[in-house]
C-alpha cells in the first residue's frame, strides 16, 4: 500500500520559518517525482515546489528564494523547508508522488496534508 505522510505543519508568526516532511512508503521512491502542494480555504489547489528524480527543482514564482525542496533517497523523505513566511502561505500543504513507468502507465499518490497557519 503507497502512503504519503506528512508532518512539521504548525502556527508561525510572519517571517519564520518551518520545515515540512513527507515520508513515503510503498513505492521505490528513489524514481518518483515529488512534490509539494497547498490549498488555501476558498481556493484551488496550486503546485509549490517539485524535484524530479536527478534532483532538478522547481518552484512556484511566489515562493523562490524563500522554499527550498530536498529528498533523502536513502530515507525515503522528501522536504520543504520554507523561510520568510507569509499570511499569504497559510494554507494545507500536500505531499504528492508521481512516476510513469516502463510501460507508459502514469501514478499520482497523495498525502493527507499539513496545516500552516501564519500569523501577521
Known amino acids: 500500500q503507497v502512503q504519503l505522510v506528512e508532518s512539521g505543519g504548525g502556527l508561525v508568526q510572519a517571517g519564520g520559518s518551518l520545515r515540512l516532511s513527507c515520508a513515503a512508503s510503498g513505492i521505490i521512491f528513489s524514481t518518483y517525482h515529488m512534490g509539494w502542494y497547498r490549498q488555501a480555504p476558498g481556493k484551488q489547489r496550486e503546485l509549490v515546489a517539485t524535484?524530479?528524480?536527478?534532483?532538478?527543482?522547481n518552484y512556484v514564482d511566489s515562493v523562490k528564494g524563500r522554499f527550498t525542496i530536498s529528498r533523502d533517497n536513502a530515507k525515503n523523505l522528501v522536504y520543504l523547508q520554507m523561510n520568510s513566511l507569509k499570511p499569504e502561505d497559510t494554507a494545507v500543504y500536500y505531499c504528492n508522488a508521481e512516476v510513469t513507468n516502463y510501460r507508459g502507465s502514469h501514478y499520482t499518490y497523495w498525502g493527507q496534508g499539513t496545516q500552516v497557519t501564519v500569523s501577521s
Open positions: 524535484i524530479t528524480s536527478g534532483g532538478i527543482t
